[in-house]
């Protein structure tokens, strides 16, 4: 999910929506919509940071659940829309999110 998109995430059952360390890591304040989340059949399952350098831009991906095969792949696609859309070169690794919400 994109920076600030409260409504996809905001409107349902936070306890559903956000399970586990979800709730601790994605929420701001219990607040949706100020950290990026990686949904997984409607649940949040990760956060995201991107950090853009010149023409690049790296992806940090937190997931919060092991990623399959498949899943990896659909990550590749959606960081190189997120290229496309910067016109930069992107690239993704999983690691921690270290940056607060806003960042």
Known sequence: MPYFDAYAVGCYPREKVFPGRAFDR????????NVPVVLIDGVVRGVWHQRRSGTKV???????????AR??????????????????????VVGEVTVGPHA
Request: glycine letters at 10%; proline letters at 2%.
């Open 71 to 92: 899943q990896r792949r659909e990550v590749d696609d959606q960081a190189a829309r997120i290229g496309e859309v910067l016109e930069a070169r992107a690239s993704w």
């Open 58 to 68: 790296e992806i940090t991906l937190e997931p919060f659940v092991e990623l399959t």
């Open 26 to 33: 994605a929420l701001t304040g219990g607040q949706a919509g």
